[in-house]
């Protein structure tokens, strides 16, 4: 119910702890399948890359001291441990879909990475897209076209220097893809004291205000959210 949610909560950019101990990638082995992305409900524009099909399975590249409770990769999906995934759900979080088993079929160390040992299992999972929506009259984006559509808001953007969410728009879900920024995972307070409580690896968040994403280095738009320049 929206009106059991906290009066002004607060969001976090959830990514990989690329370089820390337990830093993990994953990429899909063969035969890899893959099935359409999934389209806007409302525009039929797709919001998303190509949906990853069975068979599940994956090759782990760990860079740190061992493996990693959850792993990135290529595509919409990510790769979450056993453990991970059953206090995800013992606790009643919500955001996570599919939990689909994945077989490892190698893990390739790098020279100095120690040979983990045991590999745990690993499930595959999407972070919910919407329903909460970037709120562009509070957000520093320099996005490459204009929004029309309201439901996805999907017009890629060319640099973030902080985001918010528009209010009324979150429905209480503890990971999610936000309308008007699909590209990243938004977690909630809930989900980052899970992870801290569990001591689950290979995760860092940023709070949505602080997040930047600047790979042209254009810089902070000026006042106009629109600006480009």
């Known amino acids: 119910m929206a009106s059991d949610l906290p009066p002004d909560p607060h969001f976090f950019v959830l990514e990989d702890d690329v370089w820390g101990p337990y830093d993990t990638r994953f990429s899909k082995a063969e035969p890899v399948n893959r099935g359409n992305p999934p389209p806007c409900p409302k525009c039929g524009k797709t919001i998303g890359m190509l949906t990853w099909l069975p068979p599940y399975r994956a090759e782990l590249e760990p860079h740190g001291q061992g493996l990693g409770d959850f792993v990135g990769g290529p595509g919409n999906e990510v790769l979450i441990s056993e453990r991970m995934r059953e206090a995800f759900q013992a606790e009643g979080l919500t955001g996570l879909l599919g939990f689909h088993p994945v077989e490892v079929v190698r893990v390739r160390r790098k020279r100095k990475s120690p040979k983990p040992d045991t590999v745990p299992r690993y499930f595959a999972v999407t972070a919910r897209f919407g329903p ?15 929004v029309t559509c309201p439901e996805c808001r999907n017009t890629g953007v060319d640099s973030i220097h902080g985001f918010a969410l528009e209010p009324g728009t979150w429905q209480g879900e503890d990971v999610f893809r936000p309308r008007g ?49």
Do not use: C
């Open 181 to 229: 920024l699909q590209g990243d995972i938004v977690v909630s307070e809930r989900f980052v004291q899970f992870v801290q409580r569990h001591g689950f690896t290979n995760m860092k968040w940023i709070p949505t205000e602080e997040y930047v994403s600047d790979p042209l280095r254009l810089g902070p738009p000026a006042d106009n959210p629109m600006s480009r320049t």
């Open 132 to 146: 909460g929506a970037v709120d562009e009259a509070r957000s520093r984006l320099r996005r490459i076209k204009p």
